[in-house]
């Protein structure tokens, strides 16, 4: 089974975390990891999936909440659910680590609250301290901080590699799971 990245954050994004979501989108793609995004055409979804196709890169999934969401251009596979809010469940679970630019919205706060209480692995990217002691408060282990798209993937890298080390927690689950 292919790694799975979900690359949450708001519609509204401000520019950082729209360049934090390229960037991380590019450098998921390098390593052949897959994007999952919110599939839609703004904010966060849009640009780590531009990010991850502008490299040539991997497969990116976008699961929409309904179908009249505008797809972005760079998703290769829409998945329409029709669950509005609910298909952040579907997000997250389908990821085996959750990395947040950006935690304006309400639907990408619930998504890390939904990853730390599925025991998904969830990285801040250049979240506020206030964020991170908050999350970090629910999740205590599962959820890091990076202060770059760099160190986050450089975090994801470190746990494979740890993962890769011990097989027999990769044959339990059935895939390469991390934890942080």
């Given at each position: 089974?292919?790694?799975?990245?979900?690359v949450?954050?708001?519609?509204?994004?401000?520019?950082?975390?729209l360049?934090?979501?390229?960037?991380?989108?590019?450098?998921?793609?390098?390593?052949?990891?897959?994007?999952?995004?919110g599939?839609r055409?703004?904010?966060?979804?849009?640009?780590a999936?531009?990010?991850?196709?502008?490299?040539?890169?991997s497969?990116?999934?976008?699961v929409?909440?309904?179908?009249k969401?505008?797809?972005?251009?760079h998703?290769d596979?829409?998945?329409?659910?029709?669950?509005?809010s609910?298909?952040?469940?579907?997000?997250?679970l389908?990821?085996?680590?959750v990395?947040?630019c950006?935690?304006?919205?309400?639907?990408?706060?619930?998504?890390?609250?939904?990853?730390?209480?599925a025991?998904?692995?969830v990285?801040?990217v250049?979240?506020?301290?206030a964020?991170?002691?908050?999350?970090?408060?629910?999740?205590?282990?599962?959820?890091a901080?990076a202060?770059?798209?760099?160190?986050?993937?450089?975090?994801i890298m470190k746990?494979?590699e740890?993962?890769?080390?011990?097989?027999?927690?990769?044959?339990?689950?059935?895939?390469?799971?991390?934890?942080?």
């Amino acid at each position: 089974m292919r790694f799975i990245v979900g690359v949450m954050g708001p519609a509204k994004a401000k520019k950082k975390d729209l360049d934090n979501a390229r960037i991380l989108g590019e450098l998921i793609a390098r390593r052949g990891w897959v994007v999952l995004t919110g599939g839609r055409d703004v904010g966060v979804m849009d640009a780590a999936c531009e990010g991850a196709k502008r490299v040539g890169g991997s497969l990116t999934i976008g699961v929409l909440p309904t179908a009249k969401d505008r797809v972005s251009r760079h998703v290769d596979v829409p998945i329409m659910t029709e669950m509005g809010s609910g298909r952040n469940n579907i997000n997250v679970l389908t990821s085996q680590v959750v990395v947040a630019c950006g935690l304006s919205g309400s639907g990408t706060v619930s998504e890390v609250a939904l990853a730390v209480k599925a025991g998904k692995p969830v990285i801040l990217v250049e979240a506020s301290a206030a964020d991170v002691a908050f999350f970090r408060k629910l999740g205590k282990r599962l959820v890091a901080a990076a202060a770059s798209p760099e160190d986050a993937i450089a975090l994801i890298m470190k746990q494979v590699e740890g993962r890769n080390r011990h097989p027999r927690s990769a044959e339990r689950d059935g895939y390469e799971d991390i934890s942080l």
